[in-house]
């Protein structure tokens, strides 16, 4: 596992697959604020109600300057069945063999139930305009995030 970002990083670059069906990297948000993060599974319960509260956020985290993506090590047909369903509009990119997540630092050792295990770790980071790390949670829960994310953020409902 990398090591976890802080503010001031830089944000390790990415190109990958989107949902639907072309390529989307962090330098198309240059300019921009975006929120990236990190989650286990598409149509999980957890993941499902996190991407949702992205998605009834997502008109005030963008008329604050802030784009959303959501990175999962799901194969690019569950993301585009996902985002179908729960009628996501911002990209869902499939991370198949965890290298971003790894250069996030959202890939390491998780515990459940007794076991250990490697993993994807729920994870959100903010990467500025300039492509640097404006906040790094890591472990966050999936219900309630995206409301902590807009109070951390200073974003008004």
């Known amino acids: 596992m990398s090591e976890r970002l802080v503010p001031g990083d830089t944000a390790p670059a990415f190109s990958l697959p989107n949902a639907d069906g072309g390529t989307t990297a962090l330098e198309d948000f240059a300019g ?9 599974a598409a149509s999980t319960p957890g993941c499902t109600k996190q991407a949702c509260d992205f998605r009834d956020s997502l008109a005030s ?14 194969p690019v047909a569950k993301l585009a069945k996902f985002a ?7 990209p869902l990119l ?6 971003v997540a790894d250069a996030y ?11 250990t295990y490697q993993g994807l770790i729920r ?4 990467v500025d305009r300039d492509g640097k790390v404006a906040a790094a949670q890591y472990n966050v829960r999936a219900t309630g995030h995206v409301a902590k994310l807009r109070r951390d953020l200073k974003i008004d409902q």
């Open 32 to 40: 921009h604020d975006v929120v990236v993060y990190f989650y286990p």
């Open 61 to 74: 985290l963008r008329s604050a300057g802030y784009q959303v993506v959501g990175i999962s090590p799901d």
């Open 84 to 90: 179908a369903k729960e009628e996501l509009t911002f």
């Open 94 to 99: 499939s991370d198949d063999d965890h290298a």
């Open 105 to 115: 630092a959202a890939w390491g050792e998780k515990k459940n139930y007794g076991k």
């Open 123 to 126: 994870s959100t980071i903010v």
